[in-house]
């Protein structure tokens, strides 16, 4: 059972990646992607998700230095955006986000989206940078179970990680099964549904119960299912907050309510029929 911040589930590859994390979709590039990411790291948190659609891997890159915090102590996610999928470009696109980011590898790096009819090549630009060193780990995104079948046809490397759309209105329940048997670890995106689950009135009686906030039971619904998670959020409070769930359980229980939530509701796009 994880028991801190700073707990890991190990990848295939042998790599050890924090099981929460701090996600900067959305927050703008300078001062408040510097504080909110500065204030994670002051929180205890190692791992940050960013993208280079998200135009703030600069700010994520200053933060990083003005932590004080070594860089093997920390864990940085990017991903290569929809237009420049393809192998040549990803090379380039995985350079300017080392550029940008200020930083010699990403510990993560990720298809962003499954591309239709790129994202074979994209995988296998991914696994160049993985056997050169400039990432530690390789995965991707919203990836269904068909994209996976198909990617694994021609892949040389097994993803290590697929980030997916997950909370408890969308629990995913075949696509983590297949990653499971498949040695790939599912994390969780939009954990708190952008934000959109936070009155839920099922989630509001389990979390009283337990003197926690919403926010906090669906965090501890991810980890106790061994769900990498990565909620976001630009105001300290809440980034301490978000973190402070180690110090309860949810019984199973409460565990069966939870699960009993999922109605296959998005609040992005489904990777089927995505239009950017
Ligand atoms: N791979 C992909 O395609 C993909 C897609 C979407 C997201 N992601 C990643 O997943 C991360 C998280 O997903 P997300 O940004 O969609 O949303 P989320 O983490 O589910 O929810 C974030 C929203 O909830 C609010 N919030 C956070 N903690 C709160 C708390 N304790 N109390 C009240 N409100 C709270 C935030 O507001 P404030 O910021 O104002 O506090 C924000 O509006 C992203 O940042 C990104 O790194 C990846």
Same mark, same amino acid.
């Given at each position: 059972?994880?028991?801190?911040?700073?707990?890991?589930?190990?990848?295939?590859?042998?790599?050890?990646?924090?099981?929460?994390g701090l996600g900067v979709w959305q927050v703008?590039d300078?001062?408040?992607v510097?504080?909110?990411?500065?204030?994670?790291?002051?929180?205890?948190?190692?791992?940050i998700d960013t993208a280079a659609i998200y135009r703030n891997e600069v700010g994520v890159?200053?933060?990083?230095?003005?932590?004080?915090?070594?860089?093997?102590?920390?864990?940085i996610t990017t991903k290569v955006w929809n237009a420049h999928q393809?192998?040549?470009?990803t090379?380039?696109a995985l350079?300017k986000s080392?550029?940008k980011l200020?930083?010699?590898?990403v510990?993560l790096y990720l298809i962003h989206w499954?591309?239709?009819?790129?994202?074979?090549?994209?995988?296998?630009?991914?696994?160049?940078?993985?056997?050169?060193?400039?990432?530690?780990?390789?995965g991707v995104c919203n990836?269904?179970?068909?994209?996976? #079948?198909?990617?694994? !046809?021609?892949?040389? =490397?097994?993803?290590?990680? /697929?980030q997916? $759309?997950?909370?408890?209105?969308?629990?995913?329940?075949?696509?983590?099964?297949?990653?499971?048997?498949?040695?790939?670890?599912?994390e969780?995106y939009s954990?708190?549904?952008?934000?959109?689950?936070?009155?839920?009135?099922?989630?509001?009686?389990?979390?009283?119960?337990?003197?926690?906030?919403?926010?906090?039971?669906?965090?501890?619904?991810?980890?106790?299912?061994?769900?990498?998670?990565i909620?976001k959020?630009?105001?300290?409070?809440?980034?301490?907050?978000?973190?402070?769930?180690?110090?309860? #359980?949810?019984?199973? !229980?409460?565990?069966? =309510?939870?699960?009993?939530? /999922?109605?296959? $509701?998005?609040?992005g796009?489904?990777?089927?029929?995505?239009?950017f």
């Open positions: 059972m994880i028991k801190s911040l700073q707990d890991t589930i190990t990848l295939h590859n042998g790599v050890e990646m924090p099981m929460f703008e300078g001062n408040e510097i504080h909110a990411v500065k204030s994670a790291i002051q929180a205890g948190y190692k791992s890159g200053a933060a990083i230095r003005e932590s004080g915090i070594a860089r093997e102590d920390l864990f393809g192998y040549e470009t090379l380039d350079d080392l550029q200020d930083l010699d590898y510990d499954p591309v239709a009819d790129k994202y074979n090549d994209t995988w296998r630009a991914l696994e160049k940078i993985y056997r050169d060193g400039k990432a530690r780990a390789i990836f269904h179970v068909h994209h996976l #079948e198909n990617l694994l !046809e021609e892949a040389e =490397i097994v993803p290590m990680v /697929n997916i $759309e997950l909370h408890p209105l969308l629990s995913q329940l075949e696509i983590r099964e297949y990653c499971e048997a498949k040695g790939i670890k599912v969780a954990p708190l549904g952008s934000g959109k689950l936070l009155k839920h009135p099922t989630l509001q009686t389990i979390a009283s119960k337990h003197n926690k906030t919403i926010a906090q039971i669906i965090l501890r619904w991810d980890l106790q299912q061994s769900i990498i998670t909620p959020s630009i105001h300290e409070q809440r980034i301490i907050e978000n973190a402070d769930i180690f110090d309860f #359980e949810l019984s199973a !229980e409460d565990m069966r =309510i939870i699960n009993a939530l /999922n109605a296959n $509701e998005r609040f796009a489904n990777p089927d029929n995505f239009n």
